[in-house]
């Protein structure tokens, strides 16, 4: 069975105080992985895609990267309004839409 | 362009009951997915449609249920509705099978 491991489940930072959020995987037929960003009461946001082992992808003070068993989600000097809840799901070969997401971090960060 | 559009926010239903919950793709998107979020928990895949077709289902039981229609907006059907069911209940739709979703706010159901 295909499982999804999100850490830490919360994470609490100071505005500007970087740090790494972690999804590690145990799966069938990787394809690539998406991150998603998910606001209370929302429904998740697309962030980013990664196809390659070694594959980065930036967007402001996000950076995605992505290795055979893990990928990491950096949050470089973070604001007061990238506190949410960060999902990734991996992409399996056949898989179609059936994503199987991690159950997130809950990050918050504070002035 | 119009997103993901999800109705109603939210609903209140007593155990036993049925409900019938709608979603509007965003334009030029064909495949409409739903997925169940418990409070705390990551989406849960329920079923996934494409041209309106079931196309992969996960473990749910047949009391769930779906339709998409020509305009590809699609419908999710509960019957028999438990406790457990209470969930906010996500609609995603994809330009394919094996691309990014986009998803709606959902709706909210509370079974009493």
């Known amino acids: 069975e295909d499982q999804v491991t999100q850490s830490p489940e919360a994470l609490r930072l100071q505005e500007g105080e970087s740090s790494s959020l972690n999804c590690s995987y145990t799966?069938?037929?990787?394809?690539?992985l998406f991150w998603y960003r998910q606001d209370p009461g929302k429904g998740p946001e697309f962030l980013f895609t990664?196809?390659?082992a070694g594959e980065e992808k930036e967007k402001e003070r996000l950076k995605a990267t992505l290795t055979k068993k893990e990928s990491f989600l950096h949050i470089t000097a973070p604001k007061p309004e990238d506190s949410a809840t960060y999902l990734c799901a991996p992409i399996l070969t056949g898989g179609g839409n059936k994503l199987t997401f991690g159950t997130g971090t809950q990050l918050k960060v504070e002035l | 362009e119009t997103g993901v559009t999800q109705s109603p926010t939210h609903l209140i239903k007593t155990r036993g009951q049925q409900v019938t919950l709608r979603c509007s793709s965003q334009s030029g998107h064909n495949t409409v997915s739903w997925y169940q979020q418990a409070l705390g928990q990551g989406p849960q895949f329920i079923f996934q449609y494409y041209r309106e077709e079931e196309n992969g289902r996960g473990n749910f039981p047949p009391r769930f249920s779906g339709l998409q229609f020509p305009n590809y907006s699609s419908e999710l059907n509960v019957n028999a509705l438990e406790l457990d069911d209470s969930a906010l209940y996500l609609c995603a739709s994809s330009q394919g099978a094996n691309e990014k979703l986009f998803f709606g706010s959902g709706t909210q159901l509370s079974v009493l």
């Open positions: 990664l196809y390659s």
């Open positions: 799966v069938s037929g990787l394809r690539g």
